[in-house]
């Protein structure tokens, strides 16, 4: 009897797992759907007119230009819930594009950093992540990874 109910429980957990990393994924996949979306609209105008009117075209403001706060409610709960059990290769771009929460993009650069981690980020994908970290906190980068002169401040206000 006992053994019946841990199969159960083992596969409710992983059914829990499974739900989460589909749902990661197709938060990757919404996340650089408006980017690729935005960068055909970029080849057409100089940036700042773009994000102008892609903002018009989604109704969003540019505090928030590719909807990133939403996609990074869910996938940080998913993150946290599940870290032990995703792969952070396939989501460290959802936390790449996470500014407005430079905690948590620290936290998930520490976490899967760590040299013991069974699962860790790539240390490609770890310098972008930090570079991105860095700029989005005032600091300069250290690998040049983000092409921008500008802070992320400057970015968001259209300057």
């Not at 919404?30 to 109704?59: F, H, P």
């Not at 869910?74 to 430079?102: C, F, G, R, Y």
């Not at 860790?120 to 980068?141: F, H, I, M, S």
Request: charged share 40%.
């Amino acid at each position: 009897m006992k053994l019946h109910l841990i199969a159960k429980v083992n596969k409710t957990v992983d059914s829990r797992v499974y739900d989460a990393r589909k749902k990661l994924k197709e938060l990757v996949k919404e996340d650089q759907a408006e980017r690729n979306e935005y960068r055909e609209l970029l080849k057409k105008m100089e940036w700042s007119k773009a994000i102008e009117q892609w903002c018009k075209k989604k109704n969003r403001s540019k505090d928030d230009v590719f909807d990133d706060a939403k996609r990074l409610k869910e996938a940080k709960e998913l993150i946290l819930k599940n870290k032990n059990s995703i792969n952070p290769n396939n989501v460290w771009l959802l936390v790449q594009h996470s500014d407005e929460d430079p905690k948590f993009q620290k936290w998930f650069l520490n976490f899967y950093s760590k040299p013991e981690r069974k699962n860790k980020l790539k240390k490609k994908w770890a310098k972008y992540l930090e570079d991105r970290w860095l700029v989005n906190t005032g600091q300069p980068q250290k690998n040049n990874t983000q092409n921008v002169e500008e802070t992320m401040e400057n970015i968001r206000q259209g300057n």
